[in-house]
């Protein structure tokens, strides 16, 4: 999947607005600070946008916020 940085943040920053108003506390919590690393990453890091996607992967079959998080970037 070919996803440019501003997209990433962007589809980040929709996922974890749409856990805020449609899942519990607890859910946008867990979402945000799951997920708040691979944001900072973008801005600090160089790995591809790619390559963070792929790591994102990779860690989502033990950590199902980032498996929910990859399904929703697929769906949107």
Same mark, same amino acid.
């Given at each position: 999947?070919?996803?440019?940085?501003?997209?990433? !943040?962007?589809?980040? %920053?929709?996922?974890?607005? @749409?856990?805020? @108003? +449609?899942? %519990? !506390?607890?859910? +946008?919590?867990? $979402?945000?600070?799951? &997920? #708040?690393? +691979? *944001? *900072?990453?973008?801005?600090?890091?160089?790995?591809?946008?790619?390559? &963070?996607?792929?790591?994102? $992967? @990779?860690?989502?079959?033990?950590?199902?916020?980032? #498996?929910?998080? &990859?399904? +929703?970037?697929?769906?949107?």
């Amino acid at each position: 999947m070919k996803v440019s940085e501003n997209k990433l !943040q962007e589809m980040i %920053t929709l996922y974890l607005n @749409d856990v805020e @108003d +449609y899942g %519990t !506390q607890e859910e +946008y919590m867990i $979402a945000e600070s799951t &997920l #708040f690393p +691979y *944001k *900072k990453l973008l801005t600090e890091n160089k790995k591809s946008v790619n390559q &963070l996607i792929q790591e994102i $992967a @990779d860690k989502s079959k033990s950590n199902s916020t980032l #498996f929910d998080f &990859l399904t +929703y970037i697929q769906e949107v």
